[in-house]
């Protein structure tokens, strides 16, 4: 499975660039419309402008606002996703075992943000739907790989 896990990470990877443009667009103009917001309770620029684009939601609280801990989600994403790829290139037991952890917190942290999303913010995320969607097929492979071969 370690094709799917590299088809999937560049997958991840190219949503999650677009998310980061869609980001910038919005610190140059606070009214931009992406190609994603497709209505009130549709819209991506929501959900990534909110709080909770930035460290959970959690670490500015923890940490302050100006910390380290307090990254973009997107920034996390595309690290994230960047090695995943890389595991995927390189297959030894450890890698193929640290592709498979940081799935496992990847899925954690889109059940938390699809809850906020739904619940909280009340708001459907096509940027954000997509990388849950990513998240748990990289966990499916990285489970096939590691305890089906």
Known sequence: MIFGQILLGTTGLIVSLYAYYVKQQLRKNPKYKALCDLGPNTSCTKALSSRYGNGFGLASSLFGENSMMNASNINLGIGFYIAQIIFGLITTPLFNK????SSILSCIGSIYLA?????????????CVTTYLINFGLLWSNIRTVYLK
């Open 98 to 101: 640290l592709a498979l952890f």
């Open 115 to 127: 809850y906020i999303l739904a619940f909280i913010l009340k708001d459907f995320c096509l940027i």
